[in-house]
């Protein structure tokens, strides 16, 4: 058991993209660049020609069904990631946000940038909790610019020579100290 309930998988087909698409149209109001609904030939059209080196989509599923969405996006410097995530609407208010933004976070593998409303109220007690925060006053549409450092706040990271010890130790003694 991992403890998730969420379970990712990397978004890789057509037929991925249009439950991406689905799900992304259900939270399009919630979005700070472009709100508009994108049609399915819009989205067929992204996928043939989006840059995958700089740009991953991920779907999750909960227990079984296509539930949620994330776009992890490398910014032109390379050095920072922008990362968009959604929930269907019938699946929103089960605690489900939590393990999306977490997983999300872990995945970008950079430090984030990006934005989002100030009246988006739920989004903003998920990120602030896993270690977003605001770095300026909203703009006249009430959207403030947000960064997360990485590794966020919640993952405890090792240095090589702690995994080394650990190792050493487990060949020593069979078994994980805790
Ligand atoms: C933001 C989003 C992912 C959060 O997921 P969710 O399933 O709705 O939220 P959760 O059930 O995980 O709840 C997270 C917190 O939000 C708050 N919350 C939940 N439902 C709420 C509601 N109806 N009204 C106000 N706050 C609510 C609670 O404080 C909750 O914390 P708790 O579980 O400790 O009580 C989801 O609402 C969503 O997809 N929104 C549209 C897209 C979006 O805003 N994306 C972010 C910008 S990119």
């Known amino acids: 058991m991992s403890g998730w309930r969420l379970k990712p998988r990397l978004a890789l087909c057509l037929a991925d993209f249009e439950v991406l698409r689905v799900i992304r149209n259900e939270c399009r109001e919630y979005m700070t ?3 508009g609904e994108i049609t399915e030939g819009q ?7 989006y840059d995958s080196y700089r ?3 991920y779907i999750y599923s909960y227990r079984g069904e296509d539930v949620a969405f994330s776009v992890i996006r490398t910014t ?18 089960q605690g ?6 977490k997983m999300a976070l872990m995945a970008a593998g950079l430090p984030i940038v990006g934005d989002r409303f100030v009246s988006n109220k ?13 770095i300026g006053p909203p703009n006249e549409d009430g ?8 590794p966020p706040p919640f993952v405890e990271m090792q240095t090589q020579q702690q995994v080394y010890d650990e190792i050493v130790r487990y060949h020593r003694y069979g078994e994980k100290e805790s």
């Open 33 to 35: 660049n472009f709100q």
């Open 43 to 49: 989205q067929e059209a992204y996928f043939h020609s």
């Open 55 to 57: 740009t991953r989509h």
């Open 76 to 93: 032109d410097s390379g050095t920072e990631a922008i990362v968009t995530f959604g929930i269907a609407e019938k699946w929103r208010g």
């Open 96 to 101: 489900l946000g939590w393990d999306l933004c």
């Open 122 to 134: 739920r989004v903003a007690i998920i990120d602030d909790t896993c270690g977003y925060r605001a």
């Open 143 to 150: 959207i403030e610019p947000v960064e997360c450092p990485w």
